[in-house]
């Protein structure tokens, strides 16, 4: 089983940046893809972005040219840096990994406001 732990929310004005962080520990050779879902106050969990085993990367519509996901295999985390940040980014941001089921992280806050 895998075991993540997600770091790096915070209060951020808008236009401004944040970095998310989401150590994975465990069995982490059979993750095939990992990535990042949302969700904001009365609002259903949204897709963000996911990285595969072999690098390539999909964004939501929304992040699409703002947020870049990437992954440090040496260190078994992966990042989500956010640039551009807008109020309506606004959410708890969970990790996620694929193992043959989906194991997801405690969840971090971001919130965007001036």
């Known amino acids: 089983q895998v075991r993540l732990v997600e770091s790096g929310g915070g209060l951020v004005q808008p236009g401004g940046s944040l970095r998310l962080s989401c150590a994975a520990s465990g069995s982490i050779f059979s993750i095939s893809r990992m990535g990042w879902y949302r969700q904001a106050p009365g609002k259903q969990r949204e897709f963000v972005a996911f990285?595969?085993?072999?690098?390539?990367?999909t964004y939501a519509d929304s992040v699409k040219g703002r947020f870049t996901i990437s992954r440090d295999n040496a260190k078994n985390t992966v990042y989500l840096q956010m640039n551009s940040l807008k109020p309506e980014d606004t959410a708890v941001y969970y990790c996620?990994?694929?193992?043959?089921?989906?194991?997801w992280g405690q969840g971090t806050q971001v919130t965007v406001s001036s």
């Open positions: 990285i595969t085993s072999a690098g390539r990367t």
């Open positions: 996620y990994a694929e193992e043959g089921v989906t194991q």
